[in-house]
């Protein structure tokens, strides 16, 4: 492969990114902690004031979910025009903060409709759609297949065919706002004298593409103005045929393609929400098994390094086929202390997918939703992380109510059953929440109309249109149980050093006192992560039982309950409502962020680190499974490379889902702390996505700088 160097352009775009985001980091989600159970999900306060003004409008609609999405697609209409003369990739959400007057309007707005429009309650967004359809239909094709689908439905029952018609009615409202909106940005460009921009918006995402150029354009259009996180699935299998059109006939160099992938790329910055993760994945199969490992691939892996930003989660699906070359060039990457590709494992996920009921050439083409979420591009209802449930809190709930246990075996089965009534009240929120949705909606029917096989079906992704429908409920804080465990057990039945009582009060007493009992457990007890064969069959016991603890539910749009492990930055949230625990950790510090060791806890050295972390099965937490990994690495050293190669080929043999790597300097994380204007773009791995470090709280950077950095 040939190194390009970025280019001026990107650069702007790259340095306008990390300015934007930093300074305007959406606003409505700053100071607020009730975010995720309203309709400002997904919309800042702009977007939503011109919903609300749209909601009020359409009153004489005949349903209520004809009115809500005739409302977004008003909202979607009007949206204010962002063009940057630099753009190759266009359209942008406005991220200037409303001034006085807009301001006093929305304050008005919202008083008068936030208790009155539907709320939008449980997971939205964190799928893929069906790119590969939009570049070959475009809109214009999409509101054919809808007319084609509802124009046959006199044959259905009464009830079906108003069902169906009016979520037909409702897939064409928000198609055809959206072709206005393009008109919009068209009219603009040209009245600014861009001309080849809006050539290029002329034509897509309303017509089918044809070059590479207006496949990015297409899929990117279509993908900013939805109101969550929606990946792009396998572009390197999705634009190979573009690219190589363009490359064969002239129309386009590789450093061209370069320059358009990191334009790109750095549009997600400017549409995705403060603290959250959007997603790609490439390498891996096709839906026919065949290894994919192409131009593209590596173009892709090149425009992690032009574009250093926390979004998109790039992730590489790796297989026994991987070439040594590739996978090099990707551990290079992450020698130079870019976070970016996460490293997952093709074939065993595939596998985990299909032995529940995934048809294999969906399995294949799975993606890591957001963070490490697993769902099969195209046709996913799926809910991820729905809902968070807190290991730890239910450890210390259930100490604070009794403390007679004879030994730990008995402690762990009362700890189950703690667990299963927990995970029995989560799913039925989870049930009412998706009836709430079945009645009112939700999720955008730009969404539906690409997701499989909902305009066949008649129905949108709320009503079960979506081919699989799994809910994925996840588990935080496992590995500070599992310390705690062991901790309790050596501590109170082994040594016989204080009883179950006297250490809870040191707990409740946040160690106040107990410094050194606290240092003892620290250093003395075993901790998950160095391969201590007692403490990897607790681990394998307690995963065990969190995926028993899933099964037998079924949701009501038809699908099952799988349990994910791991976290995006839930371990701070929930840690800081987690009093001490009997791992040594104190009350308020965020939980353990992945399913790998607790922070610091890991001494062995990676190698040990990895072999306990793949003891236990990952194959039963398609939910996702986040191994974080922090290496000492040099980017000038090919022999440490071919080392962690080496260390991740073991990872993938013995079944590991995925890995991500961090080899930032402690040195510079806590310089980054004192003097964050100096390391603006400083990138870490949070939970199971990237983020500025810079915008990190001060209890999560410092869960961050106490992982362990292992040598190799």
Not at 39 to 60: H, K, S
Not at 143 to 154: N, P, S
Not at 384 to 409: I, Q, V
Not at 591 to 620: F, I, Q, Y
Request: hydrophobic fraction near 40%; aromatic fraction near 8%.
């Amino acid at each position: 492969m040939n190194e390009y160097l970025v280019s001026e352009r990107v650069e702007r775009l790259r340095e306008r990114a990390i300015r934007d985001s930093l300074v305007h980091p959406l606003p409505f989600l700053e100071g607020r902690t009730d975010y995720r159970r309203d309709d400002r999900y997904g919309w800042d306060d702009r977007q939503l004031m011109l919903f609300y003004e749209a909601w009020e409008r359409e009153y004489a609609r005949p349903t209520t979910l004809i009115r809500r999405y005739a409302a977004e697609a008003e909202m979607i209409r009007n949206l204010p025009l962002c063009i940057f003369d630099d753009d190759l990739i266009c359209g942008r959400p406005d991220q200037r903060p409303l001034d006085a007057a807009e301001r006093e309007r929305f304050e008005r707005l919202r008083e008068r409709n936030t208790h009155v429009s539907p709320q939008v309650l449980g997971r939205t967004g964190h799928m893929s759609l069906d790119y590969a359809k939009l570049l070959r239909l475009g809109i214009e094709g999409l509101l054919d297949e809808c007319d084609r689908y509802d124009a046959v439905l006199d044959k259905a029952s009464p009830l079906e065919r108003v069902e169906k018609h009016e979520f037909y009615e409702s897939v064409r409202l928000q198609l055809r706002a959206l072709l206005d909106l393009e008109d919009r940005y068209v009219a603009e460009a040209r009245k600014r004298g861009l001309n080849e921009l809006a050539d290029l918006m002329d034509r897509v995402p309303r017509k089918s593409a044809r070059t590479f150029h207006e496949a990015l354009q297409s899929m990117h259009f279509y993908s900013f103005v939805l109101r969550d996180l929606f990946s792009c699935g396998h572009p390197d299998i999705d634009l190979i045929d573009y690219y190589r059109r363009d490359i064969e006939n002239g129309a386009l160099t590789e450093a061209e393609a370069l320059e358009l992938i990191d334009c790109w790329n750095i549009q997600y910055t400017f549409y995705t929400r403060k603290t959250a993760s959007i997603s790609y994945m490439i390498g891996g199969r096709d839906s026919g098994g065949t290894p994919v490992e192409n131009e593209l691939t590596w173009l892709f892996l090149q425009s992690i390094a032009h574009v250093r930003l926390a979004y998109p989660s790039v992730g590489l699906a790796l297989t026994p086929e991987t070439s040594p070359a590739l996978l090099d060039y990707a551990i290079g990457l992450l020698s130079r202390g870019l976070t970016h590709p996460a490293l997952f494992n093709e074939d065993a996920i595939a596998k985990s997918l299909t032995d529940r009921g995934v048809k294999p050439e969906h399995a294949r083409l799975f993606v890591h939703s957001t963070c490490v979420e697993i769902t099969p591009c195209d046709c996913s209802g799926f809910w991820a992380t729905s809902p968070y449930h807190n290991c730890a809190k239910l450890l210390t709930d259930l100490l604070e109510k009794r403390r007679d246990f004879a030994n730990l075996a008995e402690l762990e089965a009362v700890y189950r059953d703690a667990l299963f009534a927990a995970v029995k009240r989560g799913q039925e929120e989870q049930d009412l929440l998706q009836l709430e949705r079945l009645r009112n909606g939700g999720e955008s029917p730009l969404a539906s109309c690409l997701v499989n096989d909902c305009l066949r079906r008649g129905k949108n992704i709320d009503q079960g249109g979506a081919l699989y429908n799994h809910v994925l409920p996840d588990f935080i804080g496992a590995s500070n149980v599992i310390d705690s465990f062991a901790a309790i057990d050596q501590l109170v039945f082994r040594e016989k050093r204080l009883t179950l009582d006297e250490l809870f009060a040191a707990m409740k007493a946040d160690f106040a006192g107990q410094e050194p009992l606290r240092q003892y457990i620290v250093s003395k007890c075993p901790h998950f992560g160095n391969d201590d064969a007692e403490m990897n069959a607790l681990a394998k016991r307690f995963y065990a039982m969190l995926a028993e603890s899933c099964k037998g539910y079924e949701t009501i749009r038809g699908g099952k309950v799988y349990p994910g492990a791991f976290s995006f930055m839930m371990h701070e949230d929930m840690g800081k409502e987690t009093m001490a625990t009997p791992d040594g950790r104190k009350a308020g510090e965020a939980l353990n962020g992945g399913s790998d060791p607790v922070s610091g806890r890991d001494v062995k050295g990676p190698t040990a680190s990895l072999m306990a972390t793949t003891e236990w099965n990952h194959s039963d937490f398609p939910g996702g499974v986040a191994v974080n990994l922090r290496l000492g690495l040099r980017p000038d050293d090919p022999e440490q490379r071919k080392r962690v190669a080496q260390l991740v080929r073991v990872f993938l043999e013995r079944g590991g889902f995925e890995l991500q790597v961090n080899s930032v300097s402690v040195a510079d994380l806590e310089d980054a702390m004192v003097h964050p204007e100096r390391h603006a773009d400083l990138l870490v791995r949070v939970g199971g996505y990237s983020d500025f470090f810079v915008r990190q709280s001060p209890q999560l950077q410092r869960e961050i700088i106490a992982r362990t950095c292992h040598e190799i």
